[in-house]
C-alpha cells in the first residue's frame, strides 16, 4: 500500500552539479542549501532528494581501467557509480543534519516512514540507475512528478554536443521519448534520463520536470506548478 506524503516532492539533483570536474562545487551546494531550506519554510515542503554521482564516479572507473589496462565490468562500473552516490549522498545528509531522516535511503525493497521534512537517497545496486530507484520511490510514496536537476536547460531531439542543430523540447510524451533512448541502461550512460527508468515511470503515470539546476528560481517556478524553462516528459 503506498503512502501518502502530503506537500512533497522527488528531486532527482545530478551529479554534474555537484562535482563537475572530480572537486565539490560548494558554493553551488550552498545555494542548494538555501533553496531548499527556503522551501521548508516558506512553502511547508517535504523533499526526498536523490543524489547523483557525478565526475566522482566517472574518475574512479578511469582509474580501475589505467591500472588493469582494460574495461571494466558493467558490474564493477556500476558498484563504482553507487558508492559515488552514496558519498554525495552523505555529505548532504550531513549538511541537513537538523532537517534530514538520519538513514540515507539505499535499500528500495522496502518502504520506509520518515518523519522528517528531508530524507537523502542514493543507489541501491547494479542494473539500478538513480533515475530508476527515483521512479520507484516517487511510486512508492504515490508522488506523480519528479524534478531532476541537470546541467542542461532542456531535453533536445538528439544529442546536442554532437549535432549542433539539435532542437530543444518544452514538451515530449514518453513514448516519444523511449523511442529516442531506446530501452538498454548503459552504466555511465549520458541520457537525459535512463531508458529503463523512462519505461516504469510511463507505466507509473509520473512525469518528470527537466530543467537546469544552476538556476534555482526556474526550479521554485517549476516547483510550483508555474511555467518554466524546460522540458516536461510526461
Request: aromatic share 12%.
Amino acid at each position: 500500500m503506498a503512502n501518502t506524503y502530503s506537500n512533497a516532492h522527488v528531486i532527482k539533483l545530478g551529479g554534474s552539479l555537484i562535482v563537475p570536474n572530480g572537486g565539490i562545487d560548494t558554493q553551488y551546494v550552498k545555494k542548494f542549501c538555501t533553496f531548499i531550506r527556503k522551501q521548508i519554510t516558506d512553502k511547508n515542503r517535504r523533499f526526498f532528494i536523490f543524489v547523483g554521482g557525478g565526475q566522482l564516479a566517472r574518475h574512479y572507473r578511469d582509474a580501475g581501467m589505467e591500472v588493469i589496462g582494460h574495461e571494466l565490468t558493467n558490474d564493477d562500473l556500476d558498484w563504482l557509480g553507487v558508492h559515488a552516490t552514496r558519498l554525495n549522498a552523505h555529505l548532504f545528509r550531513t549538511i541537513f543534519r537538523d532537517l534530514a531522516h538520519p538513514a540515507i535511503i539505499k535499500d528500495y525493497s522496502y518502504i520506509q516512514k520518515p518523519e522528517k521534512p528531508i530524507v537523502i537517497a542514493a543507489g541501491w545496486k547494479p542494473g539500478w540507475s538513480t533515475d530508476y530507484t527515483a521512479v520507484i520511490l516517487a511510486a512508492d510514496y504515490n508522488i506523480k512528478t519528479i524534478t531532476k536537476l541537470s546541467n542542461a536547460d532542456y531535453v533536445y531531439d538528439k544529442d546536442p554536443l554532437r549535432y549542433p542543430n539539435a532542437k530543444p523540447l518544452e514538451y515530449i510524451t514518453w513514448k516519444n521519448y523511449r523511442a529516442m533512448v531506446g530501452d538498454t541502461w548503459v552504466p555511465g550512460s549520458n541520457v537525459p534520463f535512463d531508458p529503463v527508468a523512462a519505461k516504469l515511470a510511463s507505466e507509473s503515470g509520473i512525469k518528470v520536470l527537466y530543467l537546469n539546476g544552476h538556476d534555482l528560481e526556474n526550479a521554485g517556478r517549476a516547483l510550483d506548478g508555474k511555467k518554466f524553462v524546460g522540458t516536461t516528459i510526461g
